[in-house]
């Protein structure tokens, strides 16, 4: 009978000095059935170290397959290479046991027995054992490296700092000053807002794309923006096998240990800041637990006051062009329409409920109200300032520098020529290779355009961040400021009914009276009258030319017009469609 074996194979640690030694083991293991004259059906070979078998997917793989019919054998080195940890070692014989297979240690040059139970089970307590202490030293070494402060790992790719050698870094100035305008807005707006308005003014990160929510809170929260690392928050616990939180006063904190990009003072106010918006957001003295704002500043806010449903942001496209008007639907009329079990609420479009809800906190909110226009000022002024800094003037300067230098070098090159410092051969190969620098700095200086160009095109930049922030960001800002006191907004077909907190668990709700364009009715007897005024003054026009001037579709038109003549308010004076257009009112008139 052939007996039929498989290799287990793993190294002690993931450092690359074991690599050599795996395939060492596995050669071994493999001569080692080649020797014994036994069939090798397949091979579980893991790079990956580790005390317990968490993570060890060819070991995972090998302890399912003890359950099947592939193989009668398993070759290991020795028994540590397996596990270090007493618990899963039994498990593992256990297994072994049931399912008739045998296990080979090919060091010792024997099998496993039921008799070595008593040495192989002492044998993986000592290798537990040898393991923990390893994990003390290691820890302790850790800690020991952290106090000297000497050299600080951190990711690479760390926002606003460039690794320049081992242990140096020096910061990434157009980053810094990205750094430097996000804890500039934190003072004042949430992370999601800050995303928006970088976004806006075409700030990115490293990749080039929109700095995400959670980018801009780990910036903000990292001490490292104001030169401090903090080391020793967490580390690995052997026993429990997780990361486990260090309290603080074990941390270790090394301040000015890498340049920074805002000051110690900047730093705590922003953090201070984001405290106590958590704290009203999530808080406010009477929130209910459940409170959760959603994915965009109305999420979770707006209530269908008929059928107590929440309101859901959908998108609709124009008729016109290509562009979307954003929309707020009751969800029970999304899910089974206007009829049976839906609801036949009116639809709000965002602009405008946003201009409403605007005019609502400066006429009747008072509590914590700032100025718009002031927010406006201070964003533009730090925007304003951190654009010219990357503005082709301050280019222009920094050339004209290195021209003047260049010049310099080319007199003091004639001069160490006139003093016999240097030969005519070195002096014409070194003034050769200086009139290219010269050359291409001055290409470079003809192609930039001049200050006033420079200056008029930063306006204009200005003149579109301005109008943006005036037009929809002050606007939102405002409102989410608002939100905060706001539990909910009912939503009636005429009205709004607001509910606010109020200090000392108490509550109180505020009616806002919709506009005509709001409701729905109303909105649908308005665009009636206005086909009747266009029929008035063209009674040749079409259905076509109507769907035009309301931007609309044609059959939203079409079923108007069928609604007025079902109403007798109109009426067609002709056949095949030639004809007129007769407004029934202006007819009884005559």
């Given at each position: 009978?052939?007996?039929?074996a498989?290799?287990?194979?793993r190294?002690?640690?993931?450092?690359?000095?074991?690599?050599?030694?795996l395939a060492?083991?596995?050669?071994?293991?493999?001569?080692?059935?080649?020797?014994k004259?036994?069939?090798?059906?397949?091979?579980?070979?893991?790079?990956?170290s580790?005390?317990?078998t968490?993570?060890?997917?060819?070991?995972?793989?090998?302890?399912?397959?003890?359950?099947?019919?592939?193989?009668?054998?398993?070759?290991?080195?020795?028994?540590d290479?397996l596990?270090?940890?007493?618990?899963?070692?039994?498990l593992?014989?256990?297994r072994l046991v049931a399912?008739?297979?045998?296990?080979y240690?090919y060091i010792?040059?024997?099998?496993y027995?039921?008799d070595?139970?008593?040495?192989?089970?002492?044998?993986?307590?000592l290798?537990?054992?040898?393991?923990?202490e390893?994990?003390?030293?290691?820890?302790?070494a850790h800690?020991n490296?952290?106090?000297?402060g000497k050299?600080?790992i951190?990711?690479?790719?760390?926002?606003g700092?460039c690794?320049i050698s081992?242990?140096?870094?020096e910061?990434?100035e157009?980053?810094?000053?990205?750094?430097?305008?996000?804890?500039q807005?934190?003072?004042n707006?949430?992370c999601?807002t800050?995303a928006?308005?970088l976004?806006?003014?075409e700030i990115?990160?490293?990749?080039g794309?929109?700095?995400?929510?959670?980018?801009?809170r780990?910036?903000?929260?990292?001490?490292?923006?104001c030169?401090?690392?903090?080391?020793?928050?967490?580390?690995?616990?052997?026993?429990?096998?997780?990361?486990?939180?260090?309290?603080?006063?074990?941390w270790?904190?090394?301040?000015?240990?890498?340049?920074?990009?805002v000051?110690?003072?900047?730093?705590?106010?922003?953090?201070?800041?984001?405290?106590?918006?958590?704290?009203?957001?999530?808080?406010?003295n009477c929130?209910?637990?459940?409170?959760?704002?959603?994915?965009?500043?109305?999420?979770?806010?707006?209530?269908?006051?008929?059928?107590?449903?929440v309101?859901?942001?959908?998108?609709r496209k124009?008729?016109?062009?290509?562009?979307?008007i954003?929309?707020?639907?009751?969800?029970?009329?999304?899910?089974?329409g206007?009829?049976a079990?839906?609801?036949?609420?009116?639809v709000?479009?965002?602009?405008?409920?946003f201009?409403?809800?605007?005019?609502?906190?400066?006429?009747?909110?008072?509590?914590?109200?700032?100025?718009?226009?002031?927010?406006?000022?201070k964003?533009?002024?730090f925007?304003e300032?951190v654009l010219e800094?990357?503005?082709?003037?301050?280019?222009?300067?920094?050339?004209?520098?290195?021209?003047?230098?260049?010049?310099?070098?080319?007199?003091?090159?004639l001069d160490?020529?006139?003093y016999?410092?240097?030969?005519?051969?070195?002096y014409?190969?070194?003034m050769e290779?200086?009139?290219?620098?010269?050359k291409?700095?001055?290409?470079?200086l003809?192609?930039?355009?001049?200050?006033?160009e420079?200056?008029?095109?930063?306006?204009?930049r200005?003149?579109?961040?301005r109008?943006?922030?005036?037009?929809?960001?002050?606007?939102?800002?405002?409102?989410?400021?608002?939100?905060?006191?706001?539990e909910?907004?009912?939503?009636?077909?005429?009205h709004?009914?607001?509910?606010?907190?109020?200090?000392k668990?108490?509550?109180?709700?505020?009616c806002?009276?919709l506009?005509?364009?709001f409701?729905?009715?109303?909105?649908?007897a308005?665009?009636?009258?206005?086909?009747e005024?266009y029929?008035?003054?063209?009674?040749?026009?079409?259905?076509?030319e109507?769907?035009?001037?309301?931007?609309?579709?044609l059959?939203?038109?079409?079923y108007?017009?069928?609604?007025l003549?079902?109403?007798?308010?109109?009426?067609?004076?002709?056949?095949?469609?030639?004809?007129?257009?007769?407004v029934c009112d202006?007819?009884?008139?005559?």
């Amino acid at each position: 009978m052939i007996w039929r074996a498989v290799v287990y194979c793993r190294c002690s640690t993931e450092e690359e000095a074991q690599k050599d030694a795996l395939a060492k083991q596995v050669q071994e293991a493999e001569e080692c059935i080649l020797q014994k004259e036994w069939m090798q059906v397949d091979s579980y070979v893991e790079s990956k170290s580790g005390t317990t078998t968490k993570g060890r997917a060819e070991y995972n793989r090998l302890f399912d397959d003890l359950l099947e019919d592939k193989f009668d054998i398993v070759v290991v080195k020795s028994q540590d290479r397996l596990m270090r940890n007493a618990k899963d070692w039994y498990l593992f014989l256990d297994r072994l046991v049931a399912s008739g297979k045998r296990l080979y240690l090919y060091i010792e040059n024997k099998f496993y027995t039921p008799d070595d139970a008593l040495i192989t089970g002492i044998k993986a307590i000592l290798a537990e054992e040898y393991s923990s202490e390893l994990s003390k030293k290691i820890n302790n070494a850790h800690k020991n490296r952290q106090k000297k402060g000497k050299v600080f790992i951190f990711p690479p790719n760390t926002y606003g700092l460039c690794k320049i050698s081992k242990g140096r870094y020096e910061l990434v100035e157009d980053e810094a000053e990205a750094i430097r305008l996000i804890f500039q807005l934190a003072k004042n707006y949430g992370c999601g807002t800050i995303a928006d308005i970088l976004e806006e003014n075409e700030i990115y990160d490293r990749e080039g794309k929109p700095f995400e929510e959670e980018a801009i809170r780990r910036i903000i929260r990292n001490p490292i923006r104001c030169g401090t690392i903090v080391q020793n928050k967490r580390h690995w616990d052997f026993q429990t096998k997780r990361m486990v939180q260090v309290p603080k006063e074990k941390w270790v904190v090394h301040k000015n240990a890498v340049p920074a990009c805002v000051t110690e003072k900047e730093w705590q106010e922003a953090n201070r800041a984001m405290d106590e918006r958590a704290m009203a957001g999530n808080v406010k003295n009477c929130k209910p637990e459940s409170s959760h704002r959603g994915k965009y500043i109305l999420s979770g806010k707006l209530k269908c006051g008929q059928c107590g449903a929440v309101f859901y942001r959908r998108y609709r496209k124009k008729y016109k062009d290509d562009s979307y008007i954003v929309e707020w639907k009751c969800s029970s009329y999304l899910y089974h329409g206007r009829r049976a079990e839906g609801c036949d609420n009116i639809v709000l479009n965002e602009e405008k409920l946003f201009d409403l809800l605007q005019n609502f906190q400066r006429d009747s909110y008072r509590e914590g109200q700032r100025d718009p226009m002031d927010i406006v000022e201070k964003v533009m002024a730090f925007i304003e300032k951190v654009l010219e800094k990357n503005q082709d003037f301050q280019k222009k300067k920094r050339l004209e520098e290195k021209l003047c230098f260049q010049k310099t070098l080319s007199d003091r090159l004639l001069d160490k020529l006139l003093y016999g410092v240097i030969t005519d051969d070195i002096y014409k190969i070194k003034m050769e290779e200086l009139e290219e620098s010269i050359k291409k700095t001055e290409e470079e200086l003809e192609r930039l355009p001049d200050e006033a160009e420079v200056k008029k095109m930063l306006e204009n930049r200005m003149y579109v961040i301005r109008q943006k922030l005036e037009s929809s960001f002050v606007k939102k800002a405002v409102v989410s400021e608002m939100l905060d006191s706001i539990e909910a907004i009912f939503v009636f077909p005429d009205h709004l009914e607001i509910h606010f907190y109020l200090e000392k668990s108490r509550k109180t709700a505020v009616c806002c009276v919709l506009p005509d364009d709001f409701v729905y009715q109303k909105k649908k007897a308005m665009e009636c009258i206005r086909i009747e005024k266009y029929m008035r003054e063209n009674p040749c026009i079409t259905a076509k030319e109507i769907a035009g001037l309301e931007g609309v579709g044609l059959s939203a038109v079409n079923y108007r017009i069928r609604k007025l003549r079902r109403q007798g308010k109109i009426c067609f004076d002709g056949k095949g469609g030639h004809g007129k257009w007769i407004v029934c009112d202006d007819k009884e008139g005559e």
